[in-house]
């Protein structure tokens, strides 16, 4: 189809200039230039010429447009042929990989065809002109609907046969009700309902909504993010709210039955205003109408453990002083905002066991990460483990404190009533990026999986995934108690991916572990270990990064990803942070798999995995740089709390501050530079460790440069945080992701079947139950700072129609 062909012996008169095309080709030369210049830049850095090939043909392409020769639309054509063929041939179908690399010059493209008949006089130039952008529109829409057929993801192998139930060493256990953050202390985040159905579950609408209340003051802005999964007991369901109030519902309406307000000040917010739960007990043989015979057991920001009468919401007299006790006894000095309980302690045995969280990145000498059993009557302390003082059973002789800075329990436990033991997922030592420091015990307990005997406190057994861990690797998701192959067992999901499998009587390994080779260097070469275990059974984290990996909106950003990769120090998993320039963290600090653990139907034998799938970009700040930028512990002024974690954290009593890009973003976009997906979800057979089917999970409808949301529907796969319920109808029902959306999943294929959108970031898991006869699912869509959602303070209910 020709622009230039005419008719007649005379020669045309010359197209008058045209400031479109002036203006086009302007734009043509000077993306050339920045092409060109990054190109040899990255092409210097051991990185792909082509950017910097691309970038010299564009400056005579745009010279020759702006010349108003029409060779310039020509060779500019050529250019986009040839990257559209060198897009395919890097990434292959990948329809999220080639969207930086030809999206942009065919938008560009279509531009220049466009001002094309302006740069002459032949016949039909228009028309020639229209034809040739519409082709080039529906040859690039045609090739992205094909891309996207051929990048689905199939179903990998059918469910297995449902078998019979696993049993439940839980006192109590999910059904009717959920009484425990995972439905009971084996957290298998299962129901067995099936009034809501894979037939039936496109009618769901919502029940009702309530709205607690709790809301950021001024002074608390950028620091909620409730992560609450509520309990539902009898004809009540409980709500902790980010500032650790309880709240009473009605759970067949929403109405408010009483509220508990603990008066937490903004001051004690740590990194996250949370309270990802609360935890319910019966007292044994107590008369029914007893006060506190049935109690609400929950911990503070300001690290309190209180108990109230499930009734009403009263203070259980007889448990601490006027029901309430002071878990940071014992503790020395504790600032504000760095001891803080943000999750549910778990009962087993009649003892309240509960871990805390202190303040990451602030100092190497931070509060202790004592774990404290206390009964559950009485809220008189029954022991401590402080891994330092293993001699010591209750508070520490007069004048002395728990060790400092030892490695905490800041997230959820399980635990099996029949064997006696609280799984403790247990984090690193403060000053998460720095191990010389460390003490004999602070490396033997950190990143472990560690049973405690709950009678007495001492630890049984301990299973370490990480030795000397510098990458904030902790364990962030409970354990969830299986039967495995007739062997009483655990399933173990951590940040790095792996999977493992344990028996939850010894803590040895079920399933293949095997051992790979780590990478050396960084700042202290003596402290990295030479080896690292992974799981050979299953593991959600994917091959190393390479530069191909690299992503953007545009040519040019994803050219910066790419230079920043080459410059980085990057040696593959577990490359150890270093201070001369940026090292890579893959996966990063929020996983794999983080505090939302995974889902198990224990009929099906299937494990439930959402996660995550980004890296970190990683720098050690020298003390002395560290303090003319002014980062030092919050107790010190370190200025306002929130932002992202590790992002400029002092870890003073150390040489070095920590300075982490979570996710690896370009400051002037704010895009990652990862390419798509960013986060999955999975099935997972439990006897084989096959893969079922595995998904990119959560929509770009929220998501864009510039913190400008799209709206486009688009699977991309984002962050995510919270997990699933799975139901004994074959359902999945998850929120979590970036989209601001709720879920049914059908388990059997992975197909989304239903989905609603929320007042609030899902940043939770959910819930079902049972009340007067019909089946709800529960979420309370509260938000998160760190995960950029809307905070809200609304609890939504969802259910079948009334009949």
Known sequence: MSLTAGTGASPRPEPRRSILATIVATVIALIGL????????????????????????????????????????????????????????????????????????????????????????????????????????????????????????????????????????ARMQAGQDWPAYGGSYSARRYSPLAQITPANVERLERAWSFHTGDLPSDAAKGTYGAENTPLKVGDMLYVCTPKSMVIAIDPATGRQRWRFDPVVPDDAIPYTAACRGVSYYAVPDAPADQPCATRIIWGTLDARLFAIDARNGRPCEDFGTHGRTDTKIGMGETPPGYVSITSPPTIVRGVVVTGHQVLDGQDRWAPSGVIRGYDAVTGQLRWAWDMMHPDWSGYPPAGQTWARGTPNMWTIASGDEQLGLIYLPMGNASADYYSSLRRPPESEFATSLVAIDVSTGKPRWRFQAVKKDVWDYDFGAQATLVDYRGTPALVLPSKQGDI????????????????????????????????????????????????????????????????????????????????????????????????????VDPRRGVIVANYNDMPNYVRLVPRAIANKLGWAPRDQARGDIGGAEGAGDPQAG??????????????????????????????????????????????????????????????????????????????????AATDNLIRAIELSTGKTLWESKLPGGGQATPIVYESRGREYLVIYAGGHHFMETPVSDEVVAYALPAR
């Open 34 to 169: 920045v092409l060109a210049i990054g190109g040899g830049w990255l092409l210097a850095v051991g990185g792909s010429p082509y950017y910097l090939l691309t970038g010299v043909a564009m400056i005579p392409s745009g010279w020759l447009l702006f010349r108003q020769r029409l060779l310039g639309v020509w060779l500019y054509a050529a250019i986009v042929a040839v990257t559209v063929v060198w897009a395919f041939w890097e990434v292959g179908a990948n329809g999220w990989a080639l969207v930086p690399r030809i999206v942009a010059p065919i938008v560009l493209l279509i531009a220049v065809l466009l001002v094309a008949p302006l740069l002459t006089r032949a016949a039909n130039r228009w028309r020639n002109a229209l034809v040739a952008a519409g082709a080039v529109v529906v040859a690039t829409g045609a090739t992205f609907i094909v891309v996207g057929q051929i990048g689905r993801s199939p179903v990998l192998a059918a469910l297995p046969n449902a078998g019979g139930m696993m049993a439940d060493p």
């Open 500 to 599: 493992y499998i344990l028996d939850r009587r010894t803590g040895r390994p079920l399933t293949p572990v095997g051992t790979i080779r780590a990478p050396g260097g960084g700042v202290e070469p003596q402290e990295r270990a030479r080896t690292q275990i992974v799981s050979n059974w299953h593991t959600l984290r994917k091959a190393d990064l390479t530069e191909r990996d690299m992503w953007g909106m545009s040519p040019i950003d994803q050219m910066i990803c790419r230079i920043q990769f080459r410059e980085a120090s990057y040696k593959g998993f577990f490359t150890p942070p270093t201070a001369d320039r940026r090292s890579i963290e893959y996966p990063g600090y929020n996983g794999g798999t983080d505090w939302g653990g995974v889902a």
């Open 654 to 735: 150390t040489p070095y501050a920590i300075d982490v890009n979570a996710g690896w973003r370009l400051k002037y976009t704010g895009m990652l530079c990862k390419q798509p997906p960013y986060g999955g979800i999975r099935a997972i057979n439990l006897a084989t460790g096959k893969t079922i089917w595995d998904r990119p999970f959560g929509t770009a409808r929220t998501n864009g440069p510039f913190g400008i949301p799209s709206m486009l529907p688009l699977t991309i796969g984002t962050p995510n945080n919270g997990g699933a319920v799975v139901t004994a109808s074959g359902l999945i029902f998850i929120a």
